[in-house]
């Protein structure tokens, strides 16, 4: 199963509408897909209160992502769409991120070794990101900020969307071209499963 998750507050909006064609172009490979859109589940911020470390799963927050973890866990493949917000990604997306922290294993070491008990098992992932800036540059951290996490628990990113020039909702459905590669994109990842 292919799971795909955007962080905009826009429901119908672009990161909406390239996470839907991402994913039907994975269904379209004959993939099994399942859309989450993180501004409709309420949960918070990782506290950082290292529960999870012992329980090997977040017990101290029971909310929204306690329903997303077990997708999570059964997904090997993984799509993550973002606006840009203030050169980064969400803060629904950070939230999310920062919640994944309960897959990884710390040893007692200095300094400390860690592991993730997502990686060795294939997972891939795509990212994309929507701005309305003119230049790459603008988008600041976005796609370094789902990346460098996603592949730090052991997911190799199959392929990169970054989108510019994008600001009024649902906009990208008038340009055939970046829908184009988002279902190529899509079929990329469900081909690499």
């Known amino acids: 199963m292919i799971l795909g998750l955007e962080g905009s507050p826009r429901k119908g909006g672009n990161s909406h509408n390239l996470l839907d ?84 294993d710390f040893e007692d070491t200095r300094p400390r070794a860690w592991s993730s008990r997502l990686a060795n098992q294939g997972r891939k992932a795509v990212i994309a990101a929507i701005a309305e800036q003119e230049n790459k540059r603008d988008m600041g951290f976005t796609l370094e900020a789902m990346r460098m996490p996603l592949e730090a628990l052991g997911y190799e990113i199959v392929a990169e969307l970054p989108v510019l020039r994008l600001f009024d909702r649902g906009i990208v459905k008038q340009h055939s071209d970046i829908l184009e590669r988002a279902a190529r994109i899509g079929k990329e990842l469900a081909e690499s499963l």
């Open 21 to 104: 064609t991402i994913l039907n172009g994975a269904r379209q490979a004959g993939r099994e897909t399942r859309a989450i859109h993180l501004r409709d589940h309420k949960y918070d911020p990782c506290i950082g209160c290292e529960k999870c470390r012992r329980d090997k799963i977040c017990t101290r927050l029971n909310d929204g992502m306690t329903l997303l973890y077990p997708h999570i866990q059964a997904a090997r493949g993984l799509v993550l769409v973002s606006p840009v917000h203030n050169y980064n990604i969400t803060a629904w997306m950070k939230a999310f991120i920062d919640r994944l922290y309960c897959f990884y």
